[in-house]
Structure formats: C-alpha cells, structure tokens
Nanobody, 120 residues
Framework: QVQLLESGGGLVQTGGSLRLSCVAS????????MAWYRQTPGKQRELVAD??????TYYAPSVKGRFTISRDNANTVYLQMDSLKPEDTAVYYC???????????????WGQGTQVTVSS
C-alpha cells in the first residue's frame, strides 16, 4: 500500500508564493518519477511539472519560470510556486510512479489533492 500526503495549499494574493509538499509512504521499492497536476471544475487534470529520477524536469508552459519542482533524497517532492496568478487557482494533486516491490510492475499513485486559491 502506497500513500501520498500533500500539504501547503491555501489562499494567497496575486503575486504571492506558496510551497506544496508531498510525501510518499508505505510499501515502496523504487520511485521512478514524481509530478504535480492540477484541476479546476469542469476541466481535465493537467500536468504542471514532473521530475523523473535521473532525468530532466518538465514544466507546463503556463508555469515555466514561476514554479520550481524539486525532490529530496527520500520520498518527498516539492512545488515552489512564485508570482502566482488567479488562473493558478485549482486543486493540486501529487502523483508518483512507483514500483512497490522488485516483483511488481510500476503504477501511478495519487494524493488526495490540496486547494490553492489565488485572489485578484
């Protein structure tokens, strides 16, 4: 069983900053990649940024230059969000692609989501 626990969401004014954190716990053999997605009502969940193990980070064009994704040496991924805009308002979800054990295929796991609201 794998769990992803997000924290750090909240209400901020335009131009402000927030830092999201996500910790993966449970039965984990290897984390292949971690990512942040976001979703607003009536829209599809969209990829904001991802950070594969040993690879290059990716940012959606709408957040490039304002958001920074990073990982520590354990099982935590962060999303530093600066210069926030009202259009960044969404529920942000943590995603991790994990092999729970050496004998299982990799699978995607999701957090419960954290609300980010940017007021104008």
């Amino acid at each position: 069983q794998v769990q992803l626990l997000e924290s750090g969401g909240g209400l901020v004014q335009t131009g402000g900053s927030l830092r999201l954190s996500c910790v993966a716990s449970g039965t984990i053999f290897r984390i292949n990649a971690m990512a942040w997605y976001r979703q607003t009502p009536g829209k599809q969940r969209e990829l904001v940024a991802d950070i594969p193990s040993g690879g290059s980070t990716y940012y959606a064009p709408s957040v490039k230059g304002r958001f920074t994704i990073s990982r520590d040496n354990a099982n935590t991924v962060y999303l530093q969000m600066d210069s926030l805009k009202p259009e960044d308002t969404a529920v942000y979800y943590c995603n991790a692609n994990i092999n729970p054990s050496p004998l299982t295929f990799r699978d995607d796991f999701w957090g419960q989501g954290t609300q980010v609201t940017v007021s104008s």
